[in-house]
């Protein structure tokens, strides 16, 4: 009998890669282009949103209404797409410390199913991680595609390992992020959440937004093999 896999997604800005700024210029230019308004996405603290909720967030506080958004959202979203890819022509995009040698590893195990979890739009999502030497680590993924809410996106993966992949319904699900919606997110879904602070939030950051568990970066191998498999102590006991 084959082991029971374990579900570990893992979300792409800051945990997986960093290096990106045509992610930003396709923002600036969709703003511009489809909705007629000149800004940029550093008006709202956008860490952790989804392509489309960032979109959202920030052309309502420039007064456009939810409704104005939405009908444009579709042709935004292809712009954006373009934008990136054509940016991303002229641009290095790096796995972060730890990442490939993480990614090795758990691609090696049987009883271990790899996914993502990113607010990135799909094919902007598939770009980074190709350019980061990542993207043959996974088969599938939930993307800032699929839903606006983060939330959302973990269910949504949780779902298509189940469907596509065998992943068992009482299976257990490891997210790992670098900011507070990352954890947030993981936690409606009850999935065990594994803070990342390679980002712009610091361990205590993570910590007091809930994380089952922290670790500065993914070069923290054999501690993270640890809690996927159940020998390290959790950071929040009583919540699992």
């Not at 670790?215 to 501690?223: G, I, M, T």
């Amino acid at each position: 009998m084959s082991p029971e896999k374990k579900l570990v997604l893992f979300d792409i800005d800051k945990t997986l890669t960093y290096g990106v700024k045509s992610h930003r210029a396709a923002f600036h230019g969709a703003f511009e282009k489809i909705y007629g308004v000149k800004t940029t996405v550093d008006i709202i603290d956008h860490g952790g949103m989804t392509d489309q909720q960032i979109v959202i967030e920030v052309l309502k506080k420039k007064g456009l209404s939810e409704k104005q958004i939405k009908a444009k959202l579709p042709e935004c979203r292809n712009f954006m797409i373009e934008k990136f890819k054509q940016a991303a022509k002229r641009e290095k995009i790096y796995a972060i410390a730890g990442a490939k040698e993480l990614l090795e590893e758990l691609k090696k195990r049987e009883d271990v199913l790899l996914g993502l979890v990113t607010g990135n739009l799909e094919p902007i999502g598939w770009e980074k991680l190709r350019k980061a030497g990542l993207a043959h680590y996974f088969l599938f993924g939930a993307f800032g595609s699929d839903a606006i809410e983060r939330s959302d996106l973990v269910k949504i993966a949780i779902r298509r390992a189940q469907k596509n992949y065998g992943f068992a319904k009482k299976g257990k699900v490891f997210l790992f992020g670098d900011t507070p919606r990352d954890v947030e997110a993981g936690k409606k879904a009850n999935a065990i959440t594994i803070g990342v602070a390679t980002g712009n939030f610091s361990s205590e950051v993570l910590k007091k937004a809930g994380a089952d568990f922290v670790v500065e970066n993914l070069s923290e191998k054999e501690k993270i093999l640890e809690i996927i498999y159940g020998g390290y102590k959790k950071q929040n006991p009583q919540k699992i």
